[in-house]
């Protein structure tokens, strides 16, 4: 199979080399030289709890690839979605598939105008990684792949999507309905990925504030509300109980809106908190606490001032 990996950042680093260890042909499209550069010349040291791996890697702009690829796996930010995708029409083929693992709402709508609804494949992904630098990496043997298909059809056997991910040790679990599971994540991540982007606090800070968890709490109801007036049933138990497995054991972790947040970058928020925001609107349920947080999120943060002690 040949597989595109667009967007060459953490994940999708440790997804392409899972599938090119797996003996796939893989190529990473990306946009940064650097990263480009350093995957080319060093390719990917991928460490697990098992022991270390390393495999060698094509990377390059999308311009650099003239091969028709099976399979895209999108792991681009989800601004740069639409543009990426422009950008590797030419490898897109009649019989090639998509699949977005992102975070939020709305990439699966891009993926289907460039792929086709039934060619489209929409999920998410719990695994962890750690990028050291381009091309060293650490992650966990035990997350998971939950995805399905956008058009909600159903092959009578697995598609052969599932089956690349499972030769590949990423632990696909194929559902019949992907709606719930993903407007959990995006739950998940409008609580406390806008609220740390907002506050500075980390993960574990959030779960020891008796305040932070009221406004964490205001979220997952709201953003229940919106996906409910869409048609989608979420578990705010099951939400709930990852959240505290976040407060628990990955209480010094940023999250990556912060991450961005704090260095001037810009973030996900139209994607996450802000997807929920304009969908309540359009749909009439209101989301004042996530709205009040979505605007804050989207501020600049203020120039740090350093005082000199007199």
Known sequence: ?????????????????????????????????????????????????????????????????????????????????????????????????????????????????????????????????????????????????????YSARQASVLPWPFRVLQEARLNPVLEVDILPVIWEKVAFNAALNTLSAVSGQTVGQIGKSKESKELVDHVLAETAAVAASAGVVISLARVKAAITNAYENHGSHKTSMLQDREAGRRTEIDYIGGAVVRLGAEAGVATPVLWTLTLLARQPLPERRTVTPR
Do not use: C, Y
């Open 1 to 149: 199979m040949k597989i595109g990996i667009l967007g060459a950042g953490a994940m999708g680093q440790l997804f392409g080399a899972r599938l090119q260890i797996a003996g796939q042909a893989v190529v990473f499209i990306d946009a940064a030289p650097n990263t480009i550069n350093v995957l080319n010349s060093e390719g990917i040291a991928l460490t697990t709890e098992d022991g270390a791996e390393h495999t060698h890697a094509s990377a390059g702009l999308a311009s650099d690839f003239r091969d028709i690829l099976d399979l895209v796996m999108v792991f681009t930010k989800g601004f740069h979605t639409a543009p990426a995708l422009e950008s590797i029409g030419h490898l897109i083929g009649p019989e090639t598939h998509g699949i977005t693992l992102q975070n939020g709402l709305g990439n699966g709508v891009e993926l289907a105008r460039h792929f086709g609804p039934d060619r489209t494949w929409i999920g998410t992904t719990d695994f962890p990684v750690d990028l050291e630098r381009p091309g060293v990496l650490t992650t966990s043997n035990s997350g998971k792949v939950r995805f399905g298909s």
